[in-house]
């Protein structure tokens, strides 16, 4: 499976020496529920087999490695993921696990254009600091939504 790497790699959890601390973005439901969730050496939530937090985790986690511009409607990607040339070789196929994550990722930022938009911005404002992104071949919102 495409995302079991991720357990063994944590390099999203994780930031490096020399480097500030994270804060992750969080929606207004995840300030509710988690309150902050910052990135010091490691994340907080980061277990022996990944992320403690399962479904629950924050949706800026669930999207790497991916990031969204809300301005351009378009995703990008974090090109130190080691996962991504998978990724993007996966999106050939609708039934793949590159695919499923890029719709259900779409499907929940459909949603936060309408209740929380402001956070999109905000996540891909701390994305672009954070991450070396490109833009994800021939994808966006727009283009997902209408297939």
């Known amino acids: ?81 080691p996962l991504m040339p998978e990724y993007i070789s996966q999106l050939e196929s609708k039934t793949s696990e590159a695919s499923q994550h890029l719709a259900v990722v779409s499907k929940t930022i459909r949603l936060q254009e309408k209740r929380d938009p402001s956070f999109l911005q905000r996540n891909f404002e701390v994305d672009k600091d954070y991450f070396e992104l490109k833009r994800l071949p021939s994808q966006t919102i727009t283009q997902r939504s209408s297939k």
């Open 1 to 81: 499976m495409l995302f079991d790497h991720c357990a063994i790699c944590k390099q999203c959890c994780h930031v490096e020496d020399g480097y500030p601390s994270l804060e992750v973005t969080l929606n207004k439901e995840e300030t509710v529920r988690l309150g902050s969730v910052c990135m010091d050496r490691n994340c907080q939530h980061l277990g022996s087999n990944g992320c403690t937090l399962g479904d629950e985790k924050p949706f800026g986690c669930t999207l790497y490695p991916l990031s969204y511009n809300p301005q351009k409607r378009a995703f990008f990607y974090d090109t130190d993921c």
